[in-house]
């Protein structure tokens, strides 16, 4: 059983900066694709980025493209996530997520394994 711990959220400004990183646990961490998604208050949990199992691929929504940035190491077993630009609709709780089907991270469906959550509040 993985388990998957997100870290470095907090409240910033708007226009300010925020990294959050996920340690996962477990073996062949190595072998899956990670991804960050969001649930604004009130709202559906969203896709925000995903990265290959190689970290040769990476998928954005729209919404974040050329403000975010989703890395891995995979010799630490970490993901992360450079939020820039941070913008009040950003706000959310953001979750780390394994896929466990696709280990390109083009697709995420039922076989995806969740962290707690961690929140984000950007002020205006």
């Known amino acids: 059983q993985v388990q998957l711990v997100e870290s470095g959220g907090g409240l910033v400004q708007a226009g300010g900066s925020l990294r959050l990183s996920c340690a996962a646990s477990?073996?062949?961490?190595?072998?899956?694709?990670m991804g960050w998604f969001r649930q604004p208050p009130g709202k559906e949990r969203e896709f925000v980025a995903a990265?290959?199992?190689?970290?040769?691929?990476?998928y954005y929504a729209d919404s974040v493209k050329g403000r975010f940035t989703i890395s891995r190491d995979n010799a630490k077993n970490t993901v992360s996530l450079e939020m820039n630009s941070l913008k009040p609709e950003d706000t959310a709780v953001y979750y780390c997520?394994?896929?466990?089907?696709?280990?390109?991270?083009?697709?995420?469906?039922?076989?995806?394994?969740w962290g707690q959550g961690t929140p984000v509040t950007v002020s205006s």
């Open positions: 997520a394994r896929n466990r089907e696709d280990p390109y991270g083009s697709r995420w469906a039922d076989l995806t394994d």
């Open positions: 477990g073996r062949r961490f190595s072998s899956y694709a």
């Open positions: 990265i290959s199992w190689t970290g040769g691929r990476t």
